[in-house]
């Protein structure tokens, strides 16, 4: 790329003053992202800021082979621009929740509906696209489920057992969570964050964090950076471990499932014994961390840790040998490594379709700067390939805590919060357990939070999930759902 | 009909038959528990949930008919008329005439059909899933069944349950346990072909189809599968075993000994397997439906009599 590029380039978890960004015209901008995508960038936000009664568009994408991020944003606008979906799928909902939120139209979306569709009742009432023919039939699922999970409605068209189409939609959980954060950050903005998608509650303050520390043209300690690097991974860890234990769950294969609900339990109590909450709630805040490790404790970590990977390492061969979970597992909900491109799929799902994405290795910050586990991929882009997947982060990320926990740095956990700067434009990507958490802050002339956006990963991966059940039973869809454990809350915000 | 049977004897059959079943999930439920290494829910808790089930009211869909309501009743009556016709060991069945088998199997036909009827009058899409699937690999598993009877109906050279499920232990009976043992797992729901513990009803083949029941009708739809799987393990331990040639006493105490296992073996099978997708369920009653073929086979050519 040269200087003549209409995009700005930072890397991950730094900031740019916002007048630097790029201002195009927006059909420049629009050009210019297209062609970027084109060219293989990934559009990790699309999202509209308002400015006296017009909105102006913003763009985040990354390159992930050069590790580096490029912000561009359009002059202030209204009414409607030509959509990018048709030609680049992975705009697909952010353009609908551009519609929903700032009225811009985009022209030629060829499925235009509120995302979450709240002022006009609830997300399941909208108008859902439907397949015709006399054998078709319809199945509705949800908001309410069976199982104590989050609520989302799936609107299935099926050919007897067959899906031909699956739509989602999502809602339910709106808390107008990015509204509260602007004029921020206030008293309760760091529990907000912490509550974006609860079980990413590291992977999100930590974002969050990263984000107001470069605002603040700081960083944390180091000490603290190291700390956020153990608790993300033992994050990871007990979703993943759960996420086995529930796909052996879903096809009744009871040992594993019995086993690694308990693991993920013990993984959990490691985060509480780090900072007290299972969940690492009031963990990580910008500055720092909230809680140290003393020796003992990390002494102690080292210690159960080993244990529940061996236990966990015990569970999961179980589920490997058994052939009746293979044969449920292989070539269930298969999205091709193509489709996940185009979808724009991150984190693990797109990594078991083959594609080498992760932002610990691609955009590393923090801490990740300095340890590093190889990325791991799988193929085959189904159930198998997810929950494989899944395994190998849990055997490469227990490694890396191992590693982690032998040798901590010196010095503090926290430094005061640094003072954001007014007008800049500050950009964070983690990878949390799910895949890419994209965090953009933008401040106001007095250093406020002028408008706060959050991309949870879930948000790109819905759609591969929908991809995923084209052609599958309708009884595969709750080990497809499953394998990609999508969070109803982090898309809903 | 068998005048001997006195007329305490029928009530007294049917009440041990109605209240020995519930046991039986009851113990698969403590294997399971059992080999994942917790402590499982108690022995008798079906007993607690029939009760519990039998104070509430009803939840009716104002689309149903009352066949809503008859369909669980029919199934039931139909399930416990079959169970009076199962010989139990010497002692034969509550109730043996000449050809009592066909109406055991058109009797666990009707319970099927009753039972579909009543998941099709809610209108429910998972309802008239459940039906479909509960249908068609009723097809399967009832071919197999009726190859299972054949085997047994020229091995003995009888249609009469009395005189087919007296003799048995000869060479096919290794092969027409197992393909029974297939048909037990595939109509009572249990893993792999279906999975009793699911919450997912997308996944769900019986349990689909009563997912609107609440309060007494669903009572009499557990009660009733229950009373169907002990109907099953019965069948398949006489068939298997020569438990009709015994004493009444050794007898009895062999059936139940035999009962128990096979209701430990359903435990051990859904603790170590997992269940099979539902396109792989017709290859499974297929091979079933082959084993009782082969027993037929074996009987018919094997010089029995």
Redesign the interface.
Known sequence: MNAAQPFAQLTNATALPWPQVPDLPVSRLLEATAAELDRGARLCAWFGVPEDGATRLAAVLAYDADNVLAVARSHPTSGSYPSLTPAHPQAHLFEREIWEQHGLKPEGHPWLKPMRALRGGAPANAEFFRVEGREV?????GPVH??VIEPGHFRFQCS??EVLHLEIALGYQHRGIEGALAGGPHRATQVQVEAIAGDSTVGHATAFASAMEALGGGEAPLRAQWLRLIALELERLANHTGDIGAL?G??????SA??CGRIRGDLLNLTALVCGNRFGRGLVAPGGCRHDLDTARLAEIGERLDRALADAEQACTWLWD?A??R??FES?GTVSSKQANDLGLVGLAARACGLVRDVRYDHAAGWHRFAQAPVAVWPSGDVFGRARVRWLEIQRSGQMVREQLAGPPEGGVRDAAPEAAPDMLAVALVEGWRGEICHVALTGPRGEIRRYKIVDPSFHNWMGLAMAMRGQ??????ICNKSFNLSYCGVDL | MNTAVSFLELPARLAAWLLLAPLLPGIINRV?AW????RGPPLLQLYYDLARLWRKSVVMSTLASPGFIVGPAVAWVAVAGAALLMPIGAAGGALSFRGDVLLLIYLLALARFATAWAALETGS??E??GA??EVSFGVLAEAALIAAVLSLSVQSGSTTLDAMLAPSAWPGAVLLASGLFAVLLAENCR??FD?P???????MIHEAMVLDHSGPPLAVVLHGASVKLLLFAVLLSEAALPIGRLAPGAGAAALAGSVLAVTAGIGLV???????????VPLLLTAAFLLCLFALVLAWKGGAQ
């Open positions: 039939h319809e199945v509705a699922v069976a199982g007897g057992e052996a879903d096809v009744a294969f009871l040992p019995s086993a058994a009746s979970v044969s449920r269930t039973a309708v009884s595969d869809f709750p | 399971k080999v994942a290494g917790r899409a998972f008239g899933m479909a699937r893993v792999p999975d513990n699911t919450h997912l009803e997308l996944t859904e603790s170590f397997m997992a269940r099979f997708a539902f396109r792989r």
